[in-house]
């Protein structure tokens, strides 16, 4: 990134590095970051759950169909007409003949076996599948503050006085956009058709701009305090 750092002291050309580029570096890192971390948790909860061979005695639990959270124990499991079928008995009660009373016939698809370790493993990847956003949100304030401090020392400048010129920048930037954003809505309604959603989009499209902006003026004021 510090290669990247332009070599001028054209204030407009450091303005628009502090306040856009340096932003949506480290935007680009957090999301691959976070796309990374989220293929690597799928992958881990797919592996969770690939079908052992079965196994009369191991209990299983129905996952789909009519019959969908019950429990069996596997007592046969084979091919039929109907593709491949398992057996599970639902109680331990037996016919005269020997044979289990309360069965039913799924197909492998439709159970998975009854595995509480497995299980809470699962429900842990999924918390963490979940809290992705906020592991986003940290690696973009890290690189968002190491780009700061790398173009600090590039400018020959305390890094103190780089982020309160970032920050008076941004703000600038926001009260205008927000004017914008401001006036345009007061004349949206006349627009017609299609010419009503464009500006709608645009007008949605600036408002994540200062949200985003304000969320880099969040994290260098958490680096002032």
């Known amino acids: 990134m510090t290669a990247l750092a332009p070599n001028t002291n054209n204030p407009e050309a450091r303005k628009r590095f502090s306040t856009v580029l340096i932003p949506a570096a480290a935007r680009k890192t957090a999301k691959e970051s976070h796309d990374k971390r989220y293929l690597e948790l799928k992958e881990k909860r797919k ?18 169909g009519r019959n969908e959270g019950s429990t069996g124990t596997l007592v046969w499991s084979g091919k039929t007409k109907w ?38 493993a699962d429900a842990g990847l999924a ?3 979940g809290n992705l956003k906020v592991y986003e949100n ?36 926001i009260n205008r956009t927000a004017e914008y954003v401001r006036s345009s809505s007061e004349t949206h309604w006349a627009c017609d058709g299609r010419a009503y959603d464009q500006v709608a989009r645009h007008l ?6 200062i949200k985003d902006a304000r969320a880099v003026l969040a994290v260098i004021a958490s680096r002032l305090a």
Request: proline share 4%; with cysteine; aromatic share 8%.
């Open 47 to 64: 592996a969770l759950w690939v079908a052992p061979e079965p196994k009369v005695g191991v209990r299983y639990r129905v996952v789909n």
């Open 83 to 120: 593709g491949t079928r398992y057996a599970l008995a639902l109680t331990d009660k037996k016919l005269p003949n020997g044979r289990y009373a309360d069965v039913i016939f799924l197909r492998p698809r439709d159970v998975v076996t009854v595995n509480l370790e497995r299980d809470v």
């Open 127 to 129: 918390v963490e599948i």
């Open 138 to 173: 940290e690696v973009f304030e890290t690189e968002l503050m190491r780009l700061y401090e790398e173009t600090a020392k590039e400018w020959g400048v305390s890094l103190t006085v780089l982020l309160t010129r970032t920050t008076e920048c941004i703000n600038e930037s």
């Open 204 to 209: 949605a499209a600036l408002d994540r701009e």
